[in-house]
């Protein structure tokens, strides 16, 4: 079972169980869970050459079916959850932290200059809506709502709603309260 405890996290925030190997399984005829269960095994395997390989090209299969472009580098937390598939880029530098959302059609990406070249670094219980594109090397804070459609290439402190583009900062203590369920 510790060799599932990050799988078991992820898998948890859509079920709100604790899943045997076997029903872990059976909920991966869902794309989003199937797709989080690969990436979790290509990240495990990373220093193991044989297996690495293997994983990466599994990995790399499901990228094209399912529309997300995530890599085992990409440095994700635990209750990781995906809202819809299709059309998902993140930044394999970019550091995402624990029970963090992502609709479908978000881009999380790396700035090439200016003041805020490099990549983002996300928080714990950040929920990031449909089509929000998150650039440079920026900090989004703890419980972080953002608001789909919203354009953040700047630091967002914690407790906060993002919306718009120009997204906009919104102080909220309970910002993603009913949107981040489940936690673990």
Not at 22 to 43: E, G, S, T
């Amino acid at each position: 079972m510790a060799d599932y405890s990050i799988i078991q996290k992820d898998f948890y925030r859509e079920s709100g169980k604790w899943l045997s190997t076997f029903q872990i399984w059976k909920k991966c005829i869902n794309p989003n869970l199937h797709f989080v269960y690969i990436l979790r095994k290509a990240q495990k395997y990373q220093k193991t050459p044989l297996l690495n390989t293997f994983w990466r090209i599994v990995l790399r299969h499901y990228q094209i079916k399912y529309g997300f472009q995530i890599y085992p580098e990409t440095q994700i937390g635990e209750g990781f959850y995906l809202g819809h598939f299709g059309s998902l880029v993140i930044n394999p530098k970019t550091v995402i932290g624990k029970n963090c959302n992502i609709a479908h059609g978000v881009t999380i990406g790396q700035q090439n200059r200016g003041k805020n070249e490099g990549y983002p670094v996300i928080g714990d219980e950040v929920w990031i809506g449909t089509n929000a594109v998150i650039v440079g090397g920026i900090t989004i804070g703890n419980n972080v709502l953002i608001v789909p459609n919203s354009y953040v290439n700047f630091d967002v402190p914690s407790n906060s709603i993002v919306i718009g583009n120009p997204a906009k900062i919104i102080p909220t203590a309970n910002a993603t309260m009913d949107y981040i369920n489940r936690k673990v």
